[in-house]
């Protein structure tokens, strides 16, 4: 069984699964930062084929987290699922580089989002599993600060190999290959399972269990998807920095600010979690979103979108790692893989959702639109924080 460890001196766990995260955000941001403008301009699609794509990968990722979510809660092991995410996600890589159509840019980015979701609910179930409660929101705060670290490296890779190989694209989404490979080799010789949590093997799981989950439980679920459809996905603020004049090589400077920003704001969001008011922090990310979508909204240049999207950074910080708490916090122990699927399920249909509203408001009204659209549903939600109610279960 784990000690009693204080809330600043974290298991070495903690620290081995937010390198893994660092190595792998590194590589898939890398991949992310250029498939807009390479779906949209090599290949030729438009701004709603872009939200689809996106929407449906990070749809798939959530689908997949409630099976190997319940799957880690059957077996009672969450490593060997961690492992397997991590490594499909590795070998999908090399598939960009050498894909000549949109269709194989689709099944490389399902496939990758296949192995997200097979090792997200496993991995935030051992997070949990492995801290003390009053330890939760800064673990999740370092993972995700680690994780935002590498989505600050890869995009800024993207820029250094861009300028280095003359913008050709296909020699530098390569460069992904090796951090994904790291972070598989991290996972596996660093990442220990603790004894305690095979307490559960061979219990049989049903659909009737999601009712265990309890009323506390739910109203995180919900207002996670509701905190959801007020934003959409980050490639929408690469596809407006470039058409406000930013040039191709350095179109991934927007997500390397977006994650410099989440990686300086997530740790001490958590630290912030541990002691403080849920409803307060989430109205605090809702109102920065807000900000940041009417910033972008206004934007007549790249400067000014590189400003909304430091916002952007900061909503995330401040908002994701707490609600990742919260539903460790409400969940009974012996359903956390359970519990972190149906809420990445949820979450994810909810940006598929949003993401591809906002490709048909694009196409349709053009970038204000969009982000005026993401603003009013952000401030809708802030609103609606005053009905949202997280306890924990126990």
Known sequence: MMGRPSRMHLPPG?????IVSLCMDASSELVHALLPLYVTGVLGAGATVLGLLEGLAEA??????VFSGALSDRLGRRKPLVVIGYALAAVTKPVFPLAHSLELVFGARFLDRVGKGIRGAP???LLAEITTPAQRGAAFGLRQSLDSTGAFIGPLLAVGLMLWLANDVRAVLWAAVVPAALAVIVLTLGVHEPAAVGAHIGRR????DARALGRAYWAVVIGGAVFTLARFSEAFLILHA???GMGAAYAPLVMVVMSAAYALCAYPAGLWADRGDPRTILACGLGVLVAADLVLARAGGPGVVMLGTAL???HMGLTQGLLSKLVADAAPSSLLGTAFGLFHLVSGVALLGA???AGLLWDTHGASVTFLAGAGFAAAAAVLIKCFHPTPAR
Do not use: E, N
Request: hydrophobic share 65%.
């Open 14 to 18: 903690v620290w081995a699964l937010g």
């Open 60 to 65: 798939t990722a959530s689908i997949v987290k």
């Open 123 to 125: 991995r935030d179930a």
């Open 205 to 208: 799981l049903h659909w009737r």
């Open 242 to 244: 470039a058409a406000l």
């Open 312 to 314: 952007w950074g900061v």
């Open 355 to 357: 993401s591809v509203i």
